[in-house]
């Protein structure tokens, strides 16, 4: 008998699968390599495919906050600002107050416009009233024949141009002052008018005179005030800086307004008031 070569005893242990095969049946994930940046990851038998960055073994530094910038970004006294090494666009800025817009002034003004139109109304319209009749002789007034003739009596000069300036500048001036129109203009002709009555009762009697003057004074006192309050919100002159806020300007109409009252007391009567200017 020939012998036979010896054989291995049969195993009841399944033989080993070569690796080709054991990785082929690997379960495998689409998510596994999705860019082709990182190789592909075989899990070994029996372990969980990794998907996570800590199951792969990835720890990326991203600065915290606080943190140095890159190189040319940041400097001295800017390492509390958050830095974006990671970021293309910088983040927007942070927005300020009211996005940056200037604060609205505060428009909330009561009655106060209504009061200044109730102002304009009582120098105007008085204006008006003692303009008219100087003018036209209305509400029974001496017309322009009869104003002639008391500006003459009163020692006043140049009667033709005191005429006309007296009416014009209670007639116009009144009107403007009524509507809120050029209003510091007005009011600043109106109180040189009226100063110039002061100035022309005054001389009618030696001393101080405020019991014949009283009415002249108010009205003096009314077109200041309104020079340097402006006319308020309910006039023309609405869209104005000095309808609501005046300011030096309208210190400047005033100062100009006794300058002309002045100038048209010494050139168109003259006189000392306070002394007694009519016989």
């Known amino acids: 008998m020939t012998d036979k070569p010896n054989q291995t005893p049969e ?35 029996g372990k969980q495919v990794p998907h996570t960055d800590d199951e792969l073994g990835l720890d990326p530094e991203v600065p915290a906050a606080g943190a140095a910038g890159p190189a040319g970004v940041g400097g001295p006294g800017e390492a509390d600002a958050p830095t ?35 102002l304009r109304l009582v120098i105007g319209l008085t204006f008006l009233y003692h303009g008219t ?8 007034g001496p ?23 007296l009416t014009i500048s ?28 002061w100035l022309w009762k005054q001389g009618m009697a030696p001393g101080f005179q405020y019991k014949t003057t009283e009415l002249e004074a108010i009205l003096a006192g009314l077109a200041a005030v309104l020079i340097l309050t402006g006319p308020g919100r309910l006039s023309f002159d609405r869209n104005r800086g000095w309808s609501t806020r005046p300011a030096w300007g309208s210190f400047v109409v005033l100062v100009l307004a006794i300058a002309a009252a002045i100038g048209g007391w010494l050139v168109l009567h003259g006189g000392n008031p306070f002394v007694g200017t009519i016989d």
Do not use: C
């Not at 009749?133 to 029974?140: D, E, N, R, S």
């Not at 009144?174 to 209003?183: K, N």
């Open 170 to 197: 209670e007639v116009g001036g009144g009107a403007l002052v009524v509507l809120g129109l050029a209003t510091p203009l007005a009011a600043g002709a109106l109180f040189a008018s009226i100063a110039d009555a």
């Open 143 to 165: 017309g322009l024949d009869g104003t002639r003739q008391m500006l003459e009596q009163g020692g006043w000069k140049h009667i033709e141009l005191s005429t006309a300036m």
């Open 84 to 118: 974006y090494a990671f970021a293309t666009i910088p983040p927007a800025p942070a927005a300020t107050a009211e996005n940056g817009r200037k604060r609205r002034r505060d428009t909330r003004r009561g009655t106060q416009d209504l009061g200044l139109l109730g």
């Open 11 to 45: 195993s009841n242990e399944p033989p080993e699968k070569s690796a080709q095969e054991t990785t082929s049946h690997a379960a495998t994930s689409p998510f596994d390599n999705p860019t082709g940046e990182f190789p592909p990851v075989r899990p070994e038998p």
């Open 133 to 140: 009749q100087k003018l036209a002789g209305w509400f029974h």
